[in-house]
């Protein structure tokens, strides 16, 4: 078999050996496209996070073949609203003048809204030099902006520039079905701005994936129901409004670090405990400590993000709790296929938890295992 001709472009701030969920899969996408094209990837610095240790365990390689072109550093502390946005924004400048030097035309771009200012650069870039652009949606902005109760300047004058910039796109690659609701309203809106071909973007629905190779199904827990949450313990997880509602008879293990990690310590609840952060590595143990878990959306959310985590959930045989918007993807998924509860359950029954925890499993080696999801990648992009 011959090497592949064509090129593509993956560009990404966050991309492997950084640990976060958007470097892993853009990392195991690129692994993919080699199959099919000449893979080159243009992105920020190996450590998002250099307060974070690397997992000494983590088993992801590269393949050879990748060339990896690395902008430097912002260096600014990204967990203040002011450090965040110049960072955003040096990070796109820089990411942008490895694209201006690497990309041309009739390349293909695989992008994902990492971070946001990339959007509206690289639509006028495609503009200019003449590559297709396909945009891999992981946050929309600026309206995810709202549910997190952020106050942005010329909101209308934003989102006026990131639709017209999501209209000029070849493809956009959304994460579930509420967010392709919103993305074909967003690009409906600048009916008279397009791809350059005449037509609106095609959207593609592409779920995230469960990794039903390294997280296995574990037996369930003996005496009280276990509840946990893994992840982020930020301002948009409403975990306090959690921690509000939750019975005597269940506990909360929360896995993670956040803004709002010891804010929830102080409140001292006896049936609440905290863990601290893991790595990747650690999923299957850290999944398989619980009866059922927790995945959070923001009331707002609906279409502009789809929890990631609740694909390795499916994978470690148990089922979801979801708190969020109505009728947005983990909504639909969880009710569809009984494998959890979109409201707090009346009665906590291990029975049942652990009869929807095997439908979890069968759904995630059936419908969103690594090997179909990008599968799907191949086959659009």
């Known amino acids: 078999m011959g090497q592949p001709n064509q090129r593509l472009w993956i560009v990404t701030e966050l991309f492997p050996p950084d640990e976060t969920s958007t470097s892993y899969i853009l990392g195991k996408i690129a692994n993919a496209m080699v199959l099919k094209y000449r893979v080159g990837v243009i992105c920020g610095p190996e450590i998002y996070d250099k307060r974070k240790k690397l997992d000494k365990n983590n088993s992801f390689r590269l393949d050879e073949s990748i060339e990896v072109h690395r902008a430097e550093g912002a260096g600014l502390d990204k967990n203040t609203t002011k450090g965040k946005v110049l960072s955003f924004l040096l990070m796109s400048q820089r990411i942008m003048a490895l694209v201006r030097k690497y990309v041309r ?16 650069l690289m639509a006028r870039f495609k503009k200019k030099v003449g590559f297709e652009l ?36 070849d493809q956009l690659i959304a994460l579930g079905r509420d967010m392709h609701d919103v993305l074909r309203q967003k690009v409906e809106s600048c009916p008279s701005i397009c791809s350059g071909t005449g037509n609106t973007p095609k959207i593609t629905i592409i779920e995230n994936w469960a990794d039903i190779e390294n997280i296995k199904p574990q037996p369930m827990l003996e005496g009280k129901i276990v509840l946990e949450y893994a992840g982020n313990i930020g301002r948009v997880q409403s975990l306090d409004k959690v921690m509000d509602m939750l019975p005597d008879n269940v506990e909360l293990h929360l896995y993670g ?21 893991y790595f990747r590595s650690q999923q299957n143990e ?15 959310m609906y279409g502009l993000g789809v929890p990631s985590k609740t694909y390795n959930i499916l994978a470690s045989g148990r089922p979801v709790l979801f708190l969020g918007p109505k009728d947005s993807e983990i909504d639909l998924l969880v009710r569809e296929k009984g494998i959890g509860y979109c409201e707090w359950p009346k009665n906590w029954d ?8 095997k439908r979890a499993r069968e759904l995630a080696e059936k419908e969103y295992s690594e090997k179909v999801i990008l599968n799907k990648f191949l086959e659009q992009v």
């Open 350 to 357: 291990k029975a049942e938890l652990a009869e929807m925890g």
């Open 134 to 169: 396909n945009i891999l949606v992981h946050d929309v902005f600026p309206e995810n902006t709202k549910p997190a109760g952020l106050k942005l300047p010329m909101y209308g004058l934003f989102k006026h520039v990131f639709d017209k910039a999501y209209a000029k796109a």
């Open 105 to 120: 035309k009739g390349d293909k771009v695989l992008m994902v809204t990492n971070p946001a200012p990339m959007v509206p």
């Open 257 to 277: 670090t956040g803004a709002m990690e010891e804010k929830l310590k102080a409140r001292r609840q006896k049936n609440v405990f905290f863990h601290g952060p």
């Open 286 to 300: 850290v999944l398989a400590a619980c009866d059922i878990a927790l995945v959070t959306l923001q009331e707002g």
